[in-house]
């Protein structure tokens, strides 16, 4: 099985790993303890990415090829539930991250 991404939350309480192309899962770990609390399927396309928020460590987000999802994550009932992000089609093959 194969890890795709791994992002600790801000504080370190929790870990969030993508699984790999045969699995493509979001799974949000517990750090006090090392138990999964909760997971989901990452999106319809493989997910190559994910980061929590900066300030927060109730909400992440993924990406992939095709897809960018939001991530709400509620630890006291063990949920995580996701937002799709509207990408235009068409400027798919046109968006890329500028370097300087």
């Not at 900066?54 to 949920?79: C, P, Q, Y």
């Not at 235009?88 to 500028?98: C, I, K, S, T, V």
Request: a negative charge; hydrophobic letters at 40%.
């Amino acid at each position: 099985m194969q890890i795709q991404a791994l992002a600790f939350s801000c504080h370190g309480s929790y870990l969030a790993s993508i699984g790999g192309a045969d699995d493509n899962n979001l799974v949000i770990w517990r750090m006090e303890d090392g138990m999964a609390i909760c997971g989901s399927p990452a999106s319809h396309d493989s997910a190559l990415t994910l980061c929590w928020y900066n300030n927060s460590e109730a909400a992440l987000a993924s990406g992939g090829l095709r897809n960018l999802r939001v991530w709400d994550f509620d630890a006291v009932n063990r949920k995580v539930r996701p937002t799709d992000v509207a990408l235009p089609e068409q400027a798919l093959g046109q968006l890329h991250r500028h370097r300087r």
